[in-house]
């Protein structure tokens, strides 16, 4: 703000030179108004003086010329003009001349005066007549000095009269000023004593001060209170701020985040200890250039420079953030990749003050994401796509052939006898394994627009982009060639591996990726099921294809009838063949009641549910159901063996389950036990082994189902902490005529003793089975012959 | 007194003309009876009118008192004079011839006193101050003093001048009685409003005349005489006459 000019003079001086100039004024004024008429009276009056003389001298001679007393005439003139000091008289007749002179008085007023004034001399004339006759002229004239001098002397006593009362006037007024504006000079020290920070300081109060400088003061007083709490409230904020400041620059300078501050025309103000780190630019050495001096951003991907966000964010008034895969070009011509956020800074009404630059190193983060993208659609083992990244592309690949002529071949490729080299070798040889064969399928495929897959385990996919059905047979053909010459060493170990491949084409009748895959895995399975190292390609009509398509037509039966709680639970009692054993002992199966509430046997639905996925929910609806039966029933007293899938088995989070649906009830666990077929043991045999040992600690067994139909291997055996074994039924049936199976089983059980655990034989049928079974002392028998299975009692 | 004027008779009016030349004019003298200035108020325009009708010119010549304008008379530096001073046995022989009279019943004289004084007769004027004119004045002197006398009253006189003079001295109280003309004292009271009272009043005697001198010619004397005598018949006379008149109220 521009400091208004003082005036060049103080109101003492302004005050005291307008009384002088009105004073002056009012003289002229005076002076003017009354001197000038009194000047043309002063005339007047001596012109009537003229006259009156004039009139005097004719009376005085009026006699004297009717007696034609000359002498005395002249003796009167003479006499009237010395006394009265007239310039001049005169007394005229045809014949005679009288008249008289006297010089004109020396005047004491100054000339400019007469000038002034323009002092004339008065005459008066007139002629003697008497009776009608003439009697001669006389005249006068009068010396105007006289009067001119009292004029000078009138108008001097009134300019000293005049002078008195200014001076006397101004002197008043200077004493009448002083006292006032004692008050307003005590005003401006103080005002100059708050000014220097004293701000204490107030106006003295003073009795006898005129009633506006009081109020003044105390206005003054007031706004000096007003100020002090002002100024008070002030620092008490400002050391606040500064605190805040202080807080605030020492976040800014340790936070992880660059910050870079602008002016608001884009000007580097300031950037922190990490904006310094990343551009390479001291502070100094950054302020005042503008920010994209100091920032040169340009994409990842195409090297185009991009326009500065904080330069866009001023110009638009509005926070922009920065696309990801943005660099910084640092000072050091290194470039960095980082992610922003540009800010205006905005004052309180909302002008744009300057702004902010917030960023930040995204190199780690940006690897981590594109590691962790990587992740989501890779195999961690050997690097390829992952089932989910294969089930997107089969999406998409479903959708271009859906909406446009392109041919895509989807193919399912499974290993034969992978399980071998795990098991013989190990896990580790298994995952070796599968590096090397996915190095020679990937190099087989390299440079074709194909894309693939492990799906799982042993499990790959192969998907064939704008390649027809024979061409990709080709394909495959070579590939399958090009595995079967491959030889595994492991140590001193030599494998050869033979691999599956079920290859089914896409086309617009796809519903979805799920059929794809379904169908390329039947005719996997029916390759595998042809002694494997084969290829089929699926046809809907193809018998054994069409056979599996009835399994999976079960899949929506079976869904529908667990959605619509049609599954009920049976048990088959298990007969202890010895004394002692205590209580009743009973299987726990699972029937599925048909639309028409006919009972379908398991054997309809279950090898369909286990193919695809369901079986793990039909264990859990039994677990639950069955410890909920255990607990609303009391009374029943017996144990019951449930059956567990070698999907649930694989799943981690199934010894979870189970002990948390035990914990909501309160029955003894003791009396539940699971059986796993042998099969599905030794393919989850780690996760098995786990879920075995844990719930063994709360005191639930384990039995070997279907042992001696699978691998049956003593390893296993010995590994598994299982409680008994129950002898597949294939080996019971017949073993009374059988020798073969009598010694099998003799084995079996024997073997099972000399572990420690129980033998159960399931489906015995025949007295003749039972005698055999009693003779070999197995410890349970479980058959039609002895109990159906049966529903639970409600 | 413009009464007075009509009986004037100018016998020598005729002559004026015929005499008249460019010769200096005749001086003119008036005895006072009035004041310098009413006397040359009153007689001025009438002798323009004289010099004028007659060819006769006129110049009014006054001395400062009657004393005087006598004395000047007697002396013979006046031709015509307006006086009734010369009906003396001694100033008769000067020669002066009379040549008009005013038209009117006579001049009294008489002792006056205001109405206010004490004095009611002669002898309550004894040796008081009594105011006269002159001490040539007929009837504002000789006449009223002779009655004193005769009443065998003393009393101091004093000469104010002229009648009008005397008369003021009374009227302003300075003197306890006046000897005045009974015309001018009527006058003078008339146009004054003082009230006076008459102690003592002579016989009527004949009024002021025009007189000339001896060397004054027949002729212009006729002349003058005819001018003065038809003076109230002319109107240019008369309006002079009147106009004259109100010179003295």
């Not at chain 1, 011509?333 to 917030?358: E, F, H, K, W, Y």
């Not at chain 1, 649930?648 to 003894?668: N, P, Q």
């Amino acid at each position: 703000m521009s400091e208004a000019r003082p005036a060049r003079f103080s109101l003492s001086s302004r005050i005291l030179g307008t009384i002088f100039a009105l004073v002056g004024l009012m003289y002229g004024v005076a002076l003017a108004v009354l001197g000038v008429p009194l000047v043309e009276r002063v005339q007047a009056q001596l012109q009537l003086n003229a006259e009156r003389e004039l009139s005097a001298l004719r009376t005085a001679i009026q006699d004297q010329v009717l007696l034609r007393d000359y002498p005395a005439i002249e003796q009167t003139i003479r006499s009237r003009v010395e006394r009265f000091h007239l310039l001049e008289a005169r007394y005229a007749t045809q014949k005679l001349l009288i008249e008289a002179h006297t010089p004109p008085r020396v005047h004491d007023y100054p000339a400019w005066f007469d000038s002034l004034i323009d002092s004339r001399v008065a005459r008066a004339q007139a002629e003697i007549e008497i009776g009608g006759l003439s009697y001669g002229t006389l005249s006068v004239a009068l010396d105007p000095a006289q009067a001119m001098r009292e004029l000078w002397l009138m108008g001097l006593r009134f300019t000293l009269l005049a002078l008195g009362s200014l001076v006397m006037t101004m002197v008043l007024m200077r004493w009448v000023l002083n006292v006032s504006l004692r008050g307003l000079y005590e005003l401006r020290q103080a005002a100059r004593a708050i000014e220097a920070g004293n701000f204490a300081a107030r106006a003295r109060l003073v009795s006898g001060s005129p009633p506006e400088v009081r109020e003044t003061k105390l206005a003054f007083n007031h706004m000096a209170d007003h100020v002090d709490s002002l100024v008070a409230a002030l620092e008490h904020e400002h050391s606040e701020l500064m605190v805040e400041k202080e807080r605030l620059r020492i976040t800014i300078e340790s936070i992880g985040d660059a910050v870079l501050v602008t002016d608001a025309q884009g000007r580097i103000e300031f950037l922190n200890p990490k904006a310094e780190e990343l551009t390479g630019f001291a502070s100094e050495q950054a302020r005042g250039k503008r920010v994209s001096e100091v920032m040169s951003l340009i994409v990842e991907r195409t090297g185009e420079a991009i326009a500065n966000p904080l330069e866009t964010a001023l110009s638009r008034d509005a926070v922009v953030e920065l696309d990801t895969h943005t660099l910084l070009r640092r000072h050091d011509g290194s470039t960095l990749a980082i992610s922003d956020t540009a800010s205006p800074i905005r004052s309180a009404d909302g002008r744009i003050q300057g702004g902010v630059l917030v960023f930040k190193d995204e190199s780690e983060r940006r690897h981590l994401l594109q590691r962790l993208a990587w992740q989501a659609e890779r195999d961690h083992l050997t690097g390829l796509w992952n089932r989910r990244a294969m089930e997107n592309k089969l999406a998409a690949a479903l959708y271009s052939a859906q909406h446009a002529p392109r041919h895509f071949v989807f193919c399912y490729i499974d290993l034969d006898r992978f399980k071998l080299v795990n098991d013989t070798c190990g896990h580790r040889a298994g995952d070796a394994l599968l590096q090397r064969l996915t190095v020679i399928m990937a190099r087989r495929i390299e440079g074709e627009n194909h894309y693939l897959a492990r799906l799982g385990g042993d499990e790959f996919g192969l998907l064939f982009v704008d390649v027809a059905l024979p061409e990709a047979l080709n394909h495959v053909q070579a590939l399958r060639d090009e595995i079967g010459r491959f030889r595994f060493e492991w140590e001193d170990k030599v494998f050869r591996l033979g691999v599956s491949f079920g290859v089914t084409e896409l086309h617009a009748g796809h519903t979805n990726v799920g059929e794809i895959l379904a169908q390329a895995d039947t005719a996997c399975y029916h390759a595998k099921s042809l002694g494997g190292n084969a290829i089929q390609v699926y046809e809907k009509t193809h018998p054994a294809l069409q056979k599996i398509n009835d399994e999976m037509q079960w899949i929506a039966v079976v869904t529908r009838a667990f959605e619509a709680h049609r599954f009920v639970l049976f048990r088959q009692e298990k007969i202890a063949l010895k004394k002692g054993a205590g209580g009743q002992h009973y299987e726990v199966l699972i029937r599925m009641r048909g639309e028409d509430g006919a009972i379908i046997s398991p054997g309809e639905f279950l090898p369909a549910a286990e193919r695809y996925g369901l079986a793990p929910s039909f264990d859990r609806w039994v677990v639950r159901n069955v410890f909920a039966y255990l607990d609303t029933h009391p009374e029943d007293t017996a144990c019951y063996a449930l059956n567990l899938s070698g999907r649930s088995l694989s799943d981690a989070s199934t010894a979870d389950f189970i002990l948390e649906e035990i914990s909501r009830y309160h029955f003894d666990p003791a009396r539940i036990s699971f059986e796993v077929t042998e099969t599905a043991a030794i393919d989850n045999l780690d996760t098995c082994e786990r879920l075995i040992l844990t719930l063994n600690s709360r005191g639930i067994l384990f039995a070997l189902d279907d042992f001696g139909r699978g691998q049956s291997s003593f390893g296993y055996l010995k590994r598994l902490p299982v409680a008994s074994l129950k002898i597949d039924g294939d080996f019971v049936r017949g073993l009374d005529a059988d020798r073969e199976k009598l010694a099998i089983v003799k084995a079996m059980h024997t073997l099972a003793h000399e572990l420690g655990k129980l033998t159960i034989a399931e489906q015995v049928e025949t007295e003749a089975e039972l005698i055999c079974l009693k003779a070999m002392g197995v410890d349970f028998v479980q058959g039609y012959l002895l109990s159906r299975p049966g529903p639970f009692p409600a | 007194m413009e009464t007075t004027l009509k009986s004037f008779i100018f016998v020598w009016a005729l002559f004026a003309s015929a005499l008249s030349h460019a010769a200096a004019p005749y001086a003119f003298g008036v005895l006072n009876q009035r004041s310098l200035q009413a006397t040359a108020s009153y007689w001025n325009p009438i002798l323009s009118y004289v010099s004028a009708r007659s060819g006769v010119p006129l110049e009014l010549h006054i001395g400062r008192t009657a004393n005087e304008t006598t004395d000047r008379i007697v002396a013979g530096k006046l031709d015509f004079a307006f006086t009734n001073h010369l009906f003396t046995p001694k100033r008769a022989a000067l020669g002066w011839r009379v040549l008009a009279r005013q038209d009117s019943r006579g001049i009294r004289g008489q002792i006056v006193v205001r109405e206010d004084s004490p004095a009611r007769s002669l002898q309550d004027l004894a040796g008081k101050t009594v105011a006269f004119p002159n001490p040539y004045a007929f009837v504002g002197y000789y006449v009223p003093y002779d009655a004193l006398l005769r009443a065998g009253v003393k009393v101091v006189p004093l000469f104010a001048g002229n009648q009008e003079a005397a008369m003021g001295q009374l009227m302003a109280g300075q003197v306890a009685a006046a000897g005045v003309n009974h015309q001018l004292m009527a006058d003078f009271a008339l146009r004054n409003g003082l009230k006076y009272r008459v102690l003592s009043e002579s016989e009527p005697y004949f009024d002021l005349a025009v007189m000339a001198s001896p060397r004054v010619s027949q002729a212009d004397s006729e002349k003058v005489r005819q001018a003065f005598a038809g003076m109230a018949d002319d109107p240019e006379g008369r309006r002079v006459l009147d106009a004259a008149a109100r010179t003295i109220g």
